[in-house]
T-cell receptor, first 115, second 114 residues
């Protein structure tokens, strides 16, 4: 079974500063990895995903993440954040051999961007 | 309508009531999901329907009863709920088999059980 750990429940940062949201996973098989964002009163929206290939994945809104198999990590980064990036961010993992998308989510990290 | 829609957006119900949550996807997908989102806890997968057949039931109490009449609609029937069932219920859909592996989420129904 897979599991996801997001150690930071909340990350405060000033506007235009860089940010990294940490995600570590545990799995005995090959995995797919995802980052989702949830804005207030909305559902989850996919930011980016890693299925295979290049370990550096670029997503929407200037976010990117790097898959590190040896460290079982998939940290999310953005070089310069905006106020509008304030939201909850969820890391998720699924078994690449599963017949359907059974996603296992972390507890989420709330990104708070202030002026 | 586009994407995944959910109704109602907010629901307050007593423990003896019976209500239903509705989800509709306009994406032509063949798999639909119900998740429960509680504060400070990971999203919990409740049910999965693949081609209208239930393929996953994550030990969900019987007071939650899903129904998938076709690949575009998904319901969650609720009866005799408990206060701890108060949460945001999210519906999602995906297209299995194309390798995209992305789930598209609706905005959720905020349920309060009094």
């Amino acid at each position: 079974a897979q599991s996801v750990t997001q150690l930071d429940s909340q990350v405060p940062v000033f506007e235009e500063a860089p940010v990294e949201l940490r995600c570590n996973y545990s799995s005995s098989v090959s995995v797919y990895l995802f980052w989702y964002v949830q804005y207030p009163n909305q559902g989850l929206q996919l930011l980016l995903k890693y299925l295979s290939g290049s370990t550096l994945v670029k997503g929407i809104n200037g976010f990117e993440a790097e898959f590190n198999k040896s460290q079982t990590s998939f940290h999310l980064r953005k070089p310069s954040v905006h106020i509008s990036d304030t939201a909850e961010y969820f890391c998720a993992v699924s078994d690449s051999g599963a017949g359907f998308q059974k996603l296992v989510f972390g507890t989420g990290t709330r990104l708070l961007v202030s002026p | 309508e586009t994407g995944v829609t959910q109704t109602p957006r907010h629901l307050v119900m007593g423990m003896t009531n019976k209500k239903s949550l509705k989800c509709e996807q306009h994406l032509g997908h063949n798999a639909m999901y119900w998740y429960k989102q509680s504060a400070k806890k990971p999203l919990e997968l409740m049910f999965v329907y693949n081609f209208k057949e239930q393929t996953e039931n994550n030990s969900v109490p019987s007071r939650f009863s899903p129904e998938c009449p076709n690949s575009s609609h998904l319901f969650l029937h609720l009866h005799t709920l408990q206060p701890e069932d108060s949460a945001l219920y999210l519906c999602a859909s995906s297209q299995e088999g194309l390798g995209g592996y992305e789930q598209y989420f609706g905005p959720g129904t905020r349920l309060t059980v009094t």
